[in-house]
């Protein structure tokens, strides 16, 4: 089975600070990992993915993200924090063997403080 | 051209009545799914259909229906809707694409806010 964890369902940031987004997941097997990023009444845009390829994977708007197996995390992360950052942010896994099934987060909640 | 589309945005209905949520994606993918998004925010998968076929179904009510009349499409009818029913519904789409080892991403669409009076 897997399971990711949040750790922070708020999280706020001043403009231009580095942002943290933290991820920890669970998995019996090698897992996938994705970012997924909501904004207000809107359906869910991918960020970024990682699939056993780079531990170190760059997404969309400036996030990057590091897969850490001995730590078993997938923080997210922004050097500077953008007014347009404000958003939930998601935290998925499945495993790699093709089982199609995503299993979320709780979100974290974004919010950026001019 | 929208990726994943889901009609109605919004859906208010009376407790007891029956409705549907459409989805249709453009991508040529073969795989696509529902999720379910409560008030708190916690997204869980309810259903997934590969070129039409079952392939998950999650601890959900039989209420619930999904119909997929082709790999472009599913659908989602809902029985005898409940208060508990009131939540956002994402659709998505994959591509499973060549052998077991694939995982490729998954599309969302916008959802249908679904609110039951």
């Known amino acids: 089975a897997q399971s990711v964890t949040q750790l922070g369902s708020h999280v706020s940031v001043s403009e231009g600070a580095l942002v943290l987004l933290r991820c920890n997941y669970s998995?019996?097997?090698?897992?996938?990992l994705f970012w997924y990023v909501q904004y207000p009444n809107q359906g869910l845009q991918l960020l970024l993915k990682y699939t056993s390829a780079a531990t170190l994977v760059k997404g969309i708007n400036g996030f990057e993200a590091e897969f850490k197996k001995s730590e078993t995390s997938f923080h997210l992360t922004k050097p500077s924090a953008h007014m347009s950052d404000a958003a939930e942010y998601f935290c998925?896994?499945?495993?790699?063997?093709?089982?199609?099934?995503?299993?979320f987060g709780t979100g974290t909640r974004l919010t950026i403080i001019p | 051209d929208t990726a994943v589309s889901q009609t109605p945005k919004y859906l208010v209905t009376q407790m007891g009545n029956d409705k549907s949520i459409k989805c249709e994606q453009n991508?040529?993918?073969?795989?696509m799914y529902w999720y379910k998004q409560d008030s708190k925010k916690f997204l869980k998968i309810m259903f997934s259909?590969?070129?039409?076929?079952?392939?998950i179904n999650e601890t959900v009510p039989n209420r619930f229906s999904p119909k997929s009349p082709d790999k472009a499409h599913l659908n989602l009818h809902i029985n005898s809707l409940e208060l508990g029913d009131s939540a956002v519904y994402f659709c998505?789409?994959?591509?499973?694409?060549?052998?077991?080892?694939?995982?490729?991403?998954?599309?969302f669409g916008p959802g249908t806010r679904l609110l039951v009076l």
């Open positions: 998505a789409s994959s591509h499973k694409g060549g052998g077991e080892l694939q995982q490729e991403t998954q599309y």
């Open positions: 998995s019996s097997v090698p897992p996938y």
């Open positions: 259909y590969n070129n039409k076929e079952l392939i």
């Open positions: 998925a896994v499945t495993p790699n063997f093709g089982n199609e099934k995503l299993t």
């Open positions: 991508l040529g993918h073969d795989t």
